[in-house]
T-cell receptor, first 113, second 114 residues
Framework: AQKVTQAQTEISVVEKEDVTLDCVYE???????LFWYKQPPSGELVFLIR??????QNEISGRYSWNFQKSTSSFNFTITASQVVDSAVYFC??????????FGTGTRLQVFP | DAGVTQSPTHLIKTRGQHVTLRCSPI?????VSWYQQVLGQGPQFIFQ???????GRGNFPDRFSARQFPNYSSELNVNALLLGDSALYLC?????????????FGPGTRLTVL
């Protein structure tokens, strides 16, 4: 069965530090998609990225970057030069067999000024 | 364009009561999914609807039901409320519900059962 593990429950950093959020997944599918979502204190989940299992190239979007490694079933998310506005809960997700999306338990990131 | 909207924002009910939550998807999106997010956990999938048909159901009891209307809006109904039903209920819309399409989430309805 599909499963997403985010072992880091909470991370605290000081502004301008780099931080990496880990995501490990399990799936029997040969083709699959992986997602990252951000949930700020307001509660609304904000889509960050979608990655196809065929594409293992790292992706960079501004201060955000993602490292997808099929060999280790990991899809890690790095924020460079973190800012206070990055404080939120971040979820990694994977489409399931019966579940539309299976989410990890999330990593709460706190960025202090 | 308006994003996904949900109503009400907050709701307080007592055990045994019934509740109806509403969701309007992004214009042009035909698929709506419902998730339950208990405090401190990731969202759990409840239902997916596409073109008014149920396309998927998560591991939730029959007290939970939903439907989608011709305008693609959706309702989630929960009967015989339990304390454990207290959660943030999120609605997500996507173009056609396929796995590779990102889902856009609404702000959620926070349900408190006393």
């Amino acid at each position: 069965a599909q499963k997403v593990t985010q072992a880091q429950t909470e991370i605290s950093v000081v502004e301008k530090e780099d931080v990496t959020l880990d995501c490990v997944y399990e799936t029997r599918d040969t083709t699959y998609y992986l997602f990252w979502y951000k949930q700020p204190p307001s509660g609304e989940l904000v889509f960050l990225i979608r990655r196809n299992s065929f594409d293992e190239q790292n992706e960079i979007s501004g201060r955000y970057s993602w490292n997808f490694q099929k060999s280790t079933s990991s899809f890690n998310f790095t924020i460079t030069a973190s800012q206070v506005v990055d404080s939120a809960v971040y979820f990694c997700a994977l489409p399931g067999t019966t579940d539309k999306l299976i989410f990890g338990t999330g990593t709460r990131l706190q960025v202090f000024p | 364009d308006a994003g996904v909207t949900q109503s009400p924002t907050h709701l307080i009910k007592t055990r045994g009561q019934h509740v109806t939550l509403r969701c309007s998807p992004i214009s042009g999106h035909k698929s709506v999914s419902w998730y339950q997010q208990v405090l401190g956990q990731g969202p759990q999938f409840i239902f997916q609807y596409y073109e008014k048909e149920e396309r998927g159901r998560g591991n939730f009891p029959d007290r939970f039901s939903a439907r989608q209307f011709p305008n693609y809006s959706s309702e989630l109904n929960v009967n015989a409320l339990l304390l454990g039903d207290s959660a943030l209920y999120l609605c997500a819309s996507s173009l056609d519900g396929r796995d590779y399409n990102e889902q856009f989430f609404g702000p959620g309805t926070r349900l408190t059962v006393l």
